[in-house]
T-cell receptor, first 114, second 112 residues
Framework: DAGITQSPRHKVTETGTPVTLRCHQT?????MYWYRQDPGHGLRLIHY???????DKGEVSDGYSVSRSKTEDFLLTLESATSSQTSVYFC?????????????FGPGTRLTVL | KQEVTQIPAALSVPEGENLVLNCSFT??????LQWFRQDPGKGLTSLLL?????REQTSGRLNASLDKSSGRSTLYIAASQPGDSATYLC???????????FGKGTRLSVIA
């Protein structure tokens, strides 16, 4: 599992509340990613990071912000949660072995916005 | 913009059958392609990674092939078992360490 943990694993919240999801890795990987997975849409990239304080937007970044103040932690924040953000959120890292960059995923966070 | 398509969306086969899952991508200038397995309610498990310079990779009963020029990859599963039932996802990377672009997956059911 490349030492990736996500917290919380499940969360139920109400519309309009802020929510922060945490991804933690133990192996000093430089690249980290946040995806969401929804029926009919598959996995879509929200934001990614290529180093401490270095982040970029993905395909579905509206309504989300991220921060990476330490190599091991990548935080995803929903500033004001909406029902359309009900989803399963996956964190991933990219590991380079020789010339191969392999992506590994965390266990996911199931978020329900009521 | 890279787009990845997996057909069929769902597949049901009897135990013991050999099967092929298909993946196609629109931009052939890929860096690598990765196949994943996802069990219901679980995360993604990496199965195989093929570099753009490679034609195939094998792991046990799984064989993944890549035809970059035609924008296609296949995942071959030999002697399927009920434990192979899962969703299989194909994803491509356009350059080193850039985010993967995913297909929507093929949901496989192997019937005992």
């Amino acid at each position: 599992d490349a030492g990736i943990t996500q917290s919380p694993r499940h969360k139920v919240t109400e519309t309009g509340t802020p929510v922060t999801l945490r991804c933690h890795q133990t192996e000093n990987h430089r690249y980290m990613y946040w995806y969401r997975q929804d029926p009919g849409h598959g996995l879509r990239l929200i934001h990614y990071s290529y180093g401490v304080k270095d982040t970029d937007k993905g395909e579905v970044s509206d309504g989300y912000s991220v921060s990476r103040s330490k190599t091991e932690d990548f935080l995803l924040t929903l500033e004001s949660a909406t029902s359309s953000q009900t989803s399963v959120y996956f964190c991933a890292i990219s590991e380079s072995r020789g010339q191969a960059d392999t992506q590994y995923f965390g266990p996911g966070t199931r978020l329900t916005v009521l | 913009k890279q787009e990845v398509t997996q057909i069929p969306a769902a597949l049901s086969v009897p135990e013991g059958e050999n099967l092929v899952l298909n993946c196609s991508f629109t931009d052939s200038a890929i860096y690598n392609l990765q196949w994943f397995r996802q069990d219901p309610g679980k995360g993604l498990t990496s199965l195989l990674l093929i570099q753009s310079s490679q034609r195939e990779q094998t792991s046990g009963r799984l064989n993944a092939s890549l035809d970059k020029s035609s924008g296609r990859s296949t995942l071959y599963i030999a002697a399927s078992q009920p434990g192979d039932s899962a969703t299989y996802l194909c994803a491509v990377r356009n350059s080193g360490n850039t985010p993967l672009v995913f297909g929507k997956g093929t949901r496989l059911s192997v019937i005992a």
